[in-house]
Nanobody, 121 residues
Framework: QVQLVESGGGLVQAGGSLRLSCKASGRISSIGVMAWYRQAPGKQRTLVAS???????YYVDSVKGRFTISRDNDKKTASLQMNSLKPEDTAVYYCNVDRATGSRGPLYNIWGQGTQVTVSS
């Protein structure tokens, strides 16, 4: 079984920084795209940033220049460095893996439990 565990959320003032981390656990031989999503109260969950196993990046326009996604394939981790945070960045942030290959074959669309990020004005 593959699990994703996030950490690093918290409360920060506008203009501050936070770093989120996501670690995949289980008997995993490979991981596809790792991504961060967020969901604000009363809104749909949306993609914030993603990174492929080869390092190709995607950012939603609203975070470009402020957020940086990275991953360590050997450690099976992904991080999201968030700088110049704004109140509108407040949300629960979720780590997602589109595909993870384990001892029993591939698993798809795996989610972490989420971590709260609150940015005060």
């Amino acid at each position: 079984q593959v699990q994703l565990v996030e950490s690093g959320g918290g409360l920060v003032q506008a203009g501050g920084s936070l770093r989120l981390s996501c670690k995949a656990s289980g008997r995993i031989s490979s991981i596809g795209v790792m991504a961060w999503y967020r969901q604000a109260p009363g809104k749909q969950r949306t993609l914030v940033a993603s990174i492929t196993s080869s390092g190709s990046l995607y950012y939603v326009d609203s975070v470009k220049g402020r957020f940086t996604i990275s991953r360590d394939n050997d450690k099976k981790t992904a991080s999201l460095q968030m700088n110049s945070l704004k109140p509108e960045d407040t949300a629960v942030y979720y780590c997602n893996v589109d595909r993870a290959t384990g001892s029993r074959g591939p698993l798809y669309n795996i989610w972490g439990q989420g971590t709260q990020v609150t940015v005060s004005s």
